[in-house]
Protein backbone atom coordinates (compact mmCIF):
# COMPACT_ATOMS: atom_id res chain seq x y z
CA UNK A 1 0.00 0.00 0.00
CA UNK A 2 1.21 3.25 -0.79
CA UNK A 3 2.54 6.14 1.83
CA UNK A 4 0.27 8.74 2.07
CA UNK A 5 1.82 12.44 1.93
CA UNK A 6 1.00 13.59 5.03
CA UNK A 7 0.91 17.41 6.19
CA UNK A 8 1.30 18.94 9.69
CA UNK A 9 0.55 22.46 9.74
CA UNK A 10 -1.48 24.92 12.32
CA UNK A 11 -5.49 24.46 12.23
CA UNK A 12 -7.84 27.05 12.52
CA UNK A 13 -10.38 27.19 15.32
CA UNK A 14 -12.82 26.16 12.89
CA UNK A 15 -11.34 23.23 11.77
CA UNK A 16 -10.28 22.21 14.82
CA UNK A 17 -13.90 22.32 16.37
CA UNK A 18 -15.25 20.60 13.53
CA UNK A 19 -12.48 17.53 14.00
CA UNK A 20 -13.69 17.17 18.00
CA UNK A 21 -17.29 17.27 17.11
CA UNK A 22 -17.63 14.95 14.73
CA UNK A 23 -14.22 12.52 14.87
CA UNK A 24 -13.99 12.72 18.82
CA UNK A 25 -15.72 10.27 21.02
CA UNK A 26 -16.08 13.16 23.51
CA UNK A 27 -18.21 15.32 20.31
CA UNK A 28 -17.09 18.69 21.61
CA UNK A 29 -13.83 21.16 21.82
CA UNK A 30 -11.62 21.40 24.68
CA UNK A 31 -11.99 24.23 26.70
CA UNK A 32 -9.24 26.85 27.71
CA UNK A 33 -6.33 27.96 25.24
CA UNK A 34 -5.31 25.51 22.96
CA UNK A 35 -2.58 25.12 20.14
CA UNK A 36 -3.65 23.76 17.41
CA UNK A 37 -1.89 21.61 14.84
CA UNK A 38 -3.71 19.88 11.96
CA UNK A 39 -2.88 16.67 9.70
CA UNK A 40 -3.67 16.39 5.95
CA UNK A 41 -2.90 13.60 3.97
CA UNK A 42 -3.18 13.97 0.32
CA UNK A 43 -4.19 17.22 0.51
CA UNK A 44 -7.06 16.21 2.58
CA UNK A 45 -8.05 17.31 6.26
CA UNK A 46 -8.36 14.13 8.57
CA UNK A 47 -8.13 15.87 11.76
CA UNK A 48 -6.12 17.66 14.60
CA UNK A 49 -3.57 17.14 17.79
CA UNK A 50 -4.37 19.99 20.42
CA UNK A 51 -2.03 20.73 23.36
CA UNK A 52 -2.89 23.08 25.97
CA UNK A 53 -2.18 23.66 29.70
CA UNK A 54 -4.90 20.95 30.84
CA UNK A 55 -6.62 20.63 34.00
CA UNK A 56 -3.59 21.60 36.30
CA UNK A 57 -1.84 25.21 36.50
CA UNK A 58 0.98 23.28 37.39
CA UNK A 59 1.29 20.78 35.34
CA UNK A 60 4.77 20.94 35.36
CA UNK A 61 5.83 22.01 38.69
CA UNK A 62 6.48 17.98 39.65
CA UNK A 63 9.19 17.70 37.00
CA UNK A 64 10.43 21.61 37.87
CA UNK A 65 9.38 22.99 35.23
CA UNK A 66 7.84 26.42 34.48
CA UNK A 67 4.77 26.74 32.74
CA UNK A 68 6.66 27.77 29.25
CA UNK A 69 7.85 24.62 29.07
CA UNK A 70 5.18 21.81 29.72
CA UNK A 71 2.41 21.43 27.96
CA UNK A 72 -0.45 18.61 27.60
CA UNK A 73 -1.86 16.86 24.85
CA UNK A 74 -5.09 17.03 25.16
CA UNK A 75 -6.72 15.79 22.62
CA UNK A 76 -6.12 13.50 18.99
CA UNK A 77 -9.38 13.73 17.04
CA UNK A 78 -8.77 12.51 13.63
CA UNK A 79 -11.35 10.81 10.63
CA UNK A 80 -10.35 7.62 8.82
CA UNK A 81 -7.00 7.95 7.91
CA UNK A 82 -3.40 5.78 6.75
CA UNK A 83 -0.87 6.85 8.49
CA UNK A 84 -0.35 5.44 12.14
CA UNK A 85 -1.54 7.94 14.80
CA UNK A 86 2.31 7.71 16.65
CA UNK A 87 3.17 9.37 13.14
CA UNK A 88 0.88 12.12 13.68
CA UNK A 89 1.30 12.54 16.53
CA UNK A 90 5.43 12.62 16.34
CA UNK A 91 5.67 15.02 13.56
CA UNK A 92 2.78 17.63 15.29
CA UNK A 93 4.65 17.30 18.70
CA UNK A 94 7.71 18.00 16.36
CA UNK A 95 6.39 20.56 14.62
CA UNK A 96 5.18 22.68 18.21
CA UNK A 97 9.04 21.98 19.15
CA UNK A 98 10.03 23.99 16.89
CA UNK A 99 7.91 26.95 17.25
CA UNK A 100 8.42 26.68 20.55
CA UNK A 101 12.12 26.01 21.39
CA UNK A 102 11.49 26.25 24.61
CA UNK A 103 9.60 23.05 25.80
CA UNK A 104 10.99 20.36 27.03
CA UNK A 105 8.17 18.24 27.93
CA UNK A 106 4.49 17.08 26.79
CA UNK A 107 2.02 15.06 29.04
CA UNK A 108 -0.70 13.30 28.34
CA UNK A 109 -3.30 11.38 29.82
CA UNK A 110 -5.34 7.73 29.08
CA UNK A 111 -8.63 7.58 30.96
CA UNK A 112 -9.16 3.66 32.09
CA UNK A 113 -12.87 4.85 33.00
CA UNK A 114 -13.73 5.04 29.81
CA UNK A 115 -11.78 1.98 28.53
CA UNK A 116 -8.30 3.23 27.58
CA UNK A 117 -5.16 2.17 28.34
CA UNK A 118 -2.91 4.37 26.25
CA UNK A 119 -1.88 2.34 22.95
CA UNK A 120 -1.68 5.26 21.03
CA UNK A 121 1.18 6.51 23.75
CA UNK A 122 2.44 2.99 23.94
CA UNK A 123 3.27 2.68 20.46
CA UNK A 124 4.87 6.14 20.47
CA UNK A 125 7.46 5.30 23.11
CA UNK A 126 6.23 7.46 26.03
CA UNK A 127 7.67 7.01 29.31
CA UNK A 128 4.59 5.56 31.19
CA UNK A 129 5.00 6.82 34.84
CA UNK A 130 2.51 5.82 36.91
CA UNK A 131 -1.57 7.35 37.52
CA UNK A 132 -2.56 10.58 38.45
CA UNK A 133 -4.90 11.02 42.04
CA UNK A 134 -8.36 9.18 42.08
CA UNK A 135 -10.85 12.41 41.91
CA UNK A 136 -14.39 13.08 43.47
CA UNK A 137 -17.12 13.97 41.30
CA UNK A 138 -20.74 14.88 41.85
CA UNK A 139 -23.82 14.53 39.89
CA UNK A 140 -25.24 18.56 39.39
CA UNK A 141 -28.16 19.10 37.37
CA UNK A 142 -28.83 16.55 35.79
CA UNK A 143 -24.74 15.05 35.37
CA UNK A 144 -21.05 14.64 37.13
CA UNK A 145 -18.67 16.50 37.65
CA UNK A 146 -15.53 17.27 38.97
CA UNK A 147 -15.24 18.53 42.52
CA UNK A 148 -13.60 22.02 42.59
CA UNK A 149 -14.80 23.02 45.42
CA UNK A 150 -17.96 25.35 46.65
CA UNK A 151 -21.50 25.14 47.81
CA UNK A 152 -21.95 21.52 46.45
CA UNK A 153 -18.80 20.70 48.54
CA UNK A 154 -21.01 21.13 51.52
CA UNK A 155 -24.06 19.54 50.46
CA UNK A 156 -23.88 15.98 51.93
CA UNK A 157 -27.16 15.47 49.88
CA UNK A 158 -25.38 15.61 46.59
CA UNK A 159 -24.41 12.18 44.82
CA UNK A 160 -20.73 11.57 44.99
CA UNK A 161 -18.34 9.07 43.65
CA UNK A 162 -14.57 8.45 43.45
CA UNK A 163 -13.40 8.21 39.88
CA UNK A 164 -10.11 6.85 39.63
CA UNK A 165 -6.82 8.62 38.32
CA UNK A 166 -5.95 8.14 34.94
CA UNK A 167 -2.61 6.67 33.33
CA UNK A 168 0.43 9.55 33.17
CA UNK A 169 2.21 9.54 29.78
CA UNK A 170 5.29 11.54 29.55
CA UNK A 171 7.19 12.59 26.15
CA UNK A 172 10.47 14.33 26.78
CA UNK A 173 11.67 16.97 24.05
CA UNK A 174 15.54 16.79 25.04
CA UNK A 175 18.21 14.66 26.11
CA UNK A 176 18.02 16.41 29.51
CA UNK A 177 14.81 15.90 30.00
CA UNK A 178 14.45 12.60 28.75
CA UNK A 179 17.61 11.57 31.02
CA UNK A 180 15.63 13.23 34.44
CA UNK A 181 12.27 11.37 34.07
CA UNK A 182 13.80 7.75 33.06
CA UNK A 183 13.84 6.63 36.31
CA UNK A 184 9.90 7.33 36.67
CA UNK A 185 9.07 4.93 34.22
CA UNK A 186 7.15 1.96 34.88
CA UNK A 187 5.31 -0.66 32.60
CA UNK A 188 2.95 0.24 30.38
CA UNK A 189 -0.86 -0.65 31.74
CA UNK A 190 -2.30 -3.45 29.70
CA UNK A 191 -5.91 -2.83 27.60
CA UNK A 192 -8.79 -2.30 29.44
CA UNK A 193 -12.76 -3.09 28.17
CA UNK A 194 -11.98 -1.22 24.91
CA UNK A 195 -9.02 -1.28 22.85
CA UNK A 196 -6.91 1.91 21.74
CA UNK A 197 -5.99 0.72 18.44
CA UNK A 198 -3.37 2.79 16.49
CA UNK A 199 -6.53 3.79 13.80
CA UNK A 200 -8.42 5.67 16.63
CA UNK A 201 -11.10 3.92 15.21
CA UNK A 202 -12.38 2.75 18.74
CA UNK A 203 -12.56 6.88 19.88
CA UNK A 204 -14.08 8.09 16.33
CA UNK A 205 -17.77 8.99 16.32
CA UNK A 206 -18.02 9.56 12.41
CA UNK A 207 -16.27 8.32 9.47
CA UNK A 208 -14.72 10.85 6.65
CA UNK A 209 -16.35 13.53 5.56
CA UNK A 210 -16.53 15.49 2.40
CA UNK A 211 -17.69 18.51 4.34
CA UNK A 212 -14.46 19.04 6.44
CA UNK A 213 -13.12 21.89 6.47
CA UNK A 214 -9.68 21.73 4.06
CA UNK A 215 -7.87 24.68 5.28
CA UNK A 216 -5.01 25.68 7.78
CA UNK A 217 -3.21 28.40 9.08
CA UNK A 218 -3.07 29.61 12.90
CA UNK A 219 -5.91 32.44 14.05
Partial sequence: MAK?????????????????????YSGCLPIGKLVKVGAWENGKFIGVVLFGRGASPS???????????????????????????SRISSLSMKFLKRAN???????????????????????????????????????????WVHWRGGFYA??????????????????PLDKDMAAQIAPLSKPYPKRVKQATTDDQSAGRRGSTDPHAPNISGSE
Fill in 59 to 85: LGKKFGLEQDKCVELVRIALTKHKSPV
Fill in 4 to 24: ADLRIDWATHEAAKYACVNWH
Fill in 154 to 171: KNDATPKRTMPGKHRYLM
Fill in 101 to 143: PKLKLIVSFADPDKGHHGGIYQAGNWIFCGNSPNTTELFVKGK
